[in-house]
């Protein structure tokens, strides 16, 4: 479980518990160190979600039950402007973050009604986006690309270059730039620790590397 995933199933873990919940205990759950769990609190915390230690029997940390998130409503002609430009991205291939963008739009039609989601499909049948779709790249390479950015880890690439040569890099996402039909990606190469861009379509393999010290099959 990604740290991220691990600090929402907290939160939900301590909102659905009747008494305090000991640090021993979330580690137990989530199969994480004492002194992570301890960590993981401190970051609810800084979150400014109300977290409190409880002393005494039953006590430990607590998640103020009253605590939610504000519902987000949208009108069915706010979710069909959504819906056909996130489509539009996927389907140019401009965003090597396809599934967080399919999970945020499954978020947007679940927060509408039955009537709400049959009008937006009548929107989405009118309207079109026209233009130059991006060169393919592999879902796993999307895939591996996405996490790498959003957790800040290393990622072991195998890329093939302009005359064909194909290398295998180990590489730190530092930008991603899309222009038109490319995406570029610019890095830091830890073997040469110098900056060098790579364009998405040209990588044939990736995956994200625990440390710095591994290398992409």
Not at 11 to 26: P, W, Y
Not at 121 to 140: C, I, W
Request: glycine letters at 6%; hydrophobic letters at 45%; charged letters at 30%.
């Amino acid at each position: 479980m990604r740290r991220t995933e691990r600090l929402f199933a907290i939160a939900e873990f301590l909102r659905s518990r009747r008494t305090g919940v000991t640090a021993a205990t979330i580690a137990e759950r989530f199969g994480v160190t004492v002194r992570t769990a301890y960590r993981d609190l401190d970051s609810l915390r800084d979150a400014h979600l109300p977290v409190a230690a409880e002393r005494g029997r039953g006590g430990g940390y607590v998640l103020d039950r009253d605590y939610t998130l504000p519902p987000v409503n949208f009108t069915a002609r706010e979710a069909a402007v959504l819906i056909a430009g996130a489509r539009f991205l996927g389907e140019m291939r401009v965003l090597p973050f396809a599934r967080s963008l399919e999970g945020a739009l499954d978020k947007v039609r679940a927060a509408l009604s039955a009537s709400a989601q049959r009008e937006l499909m009548r929107r989405l049948e009118s309207l079109k986006f026209v233009g130059v779709p991006a060169r393919a790249t592999p879902r796993s390479v999307r895939d591996a690309v996405e996490q790498a950015w959003f957790e800040g880890q290393p990622l072991g690439i195998a890329y093939r270059d302009a005359d064909g040569v194909l290398s295998k890099r180990r590489v730190v996402l530092r930008q991603i730039v899309m222009d038109r039909a490319e995406t570029f990606l610019n890095c830091t190469d830890l073997e040469k620790n110098d900056a060098r861009q790579f364009r998405l379509d040209r990588i044939e393999h990736a995956r994200v590397l625990a440390s710095g010290r591994d290398g992409v099959e």
